[in-house]
T-cell receptor, first 113, second 107 residues
């Protein structure tokens, strides 16, 4: 049981480049979310999904797109990378029932130069 | 003002000490509450859920006060291995996190 798998683990981008961070979970969880973590800022919600075909914006959605075509996958797309998007990105999933917390992937460390 | 606020810390305590973390939230419609532990350069891991009646897991006790909109985490008999950052999380449909409080337990 792999849990939540994120790829890549590390990435360096040039300003203006685009890329997709991958996230997959094998626990059949309905809810999935993307967070970014910056020093002193804690985890900030970028986008989340309550099921296949349904996504919504979080606290800091600008510059990012998501889609949820299957229950398992929830990719995060950076449209035109900026240095302000240098961060650690975590994907997480949980069952529909609110009593369960999130299980996190191991993160992607992204640097935009 | 952030929706979920925590003591900024850091907390530096000797082994065996009792330490308490507090967290306040602003959305009264919040439904469920959690404490996470995050080690340096690792992902957050669920430590425990927080129930209305309060709950305990070994040396860890979590409490919820819905009227005052805060949750707390008490760690008794601190161990060196408890050194980490502790994050509170509030589920209000989506999940929001506090900025975390760093704990260092010293010999």
């Amino acid at each position: 049981n792999a849990g939540v798998t994120q790829t890549p683990k590390f990435q360096v981008l040039k300003t203006g480049q685009s890329m997709t961070l991958q996230c997959a979970q094998d626990m059949n969880h309905e809810y999935m979310s993307w967070y970014r973590q910056d020093p002193g800022m804690g985890l900030r919600l970028i986008h989340y999904s309550v099921g296949a075909g349904i996504t919504d914006q979080g606290e800091v959605p600008n510059g990012y797109n998501v889609s949820r075509s299957t229950t398992e996958d929830f990719p995060l797309r950076l449209l035109s990378a900026a240095p302000s998007q240098t961060s650690v990105y975590f994907c997480a999933s949980r069952p529909r029932q609110g009593i369960y917390g999130y299980t996190f992937g191991s993160g992607t460390r992204l640097t935009v130069v | 003002r952030k929706e979920v606020e925590q003591d900024p810390g850091p907390f530096n305590v000797p082994e065996g000490a009792t330490v308490a973390f507090n967290c306040t939230y602003s959305n009264s419609a919040s439904q469920s509450f959690f404490w996470y532990r995050q080690d340096c350069r690792k992902e957050p891991k669920l430590l425990m859920s927080v129930y209305s009646s309060g709950n305990e897991d070994g040396r860890f006790t979590a409490q919820l006060n819905r009227a005052s909109q805060y949750i707390s985490l008490l760690i008794r008999d601190s161990k060196l291995s408890d050194s980490a950052t502790y994050l509170c999380a509030v589920n209000r449909g989506d999940m929001r996190f506090g900025a975390g409080t760093r704990l260092t337990v010293k010999p």
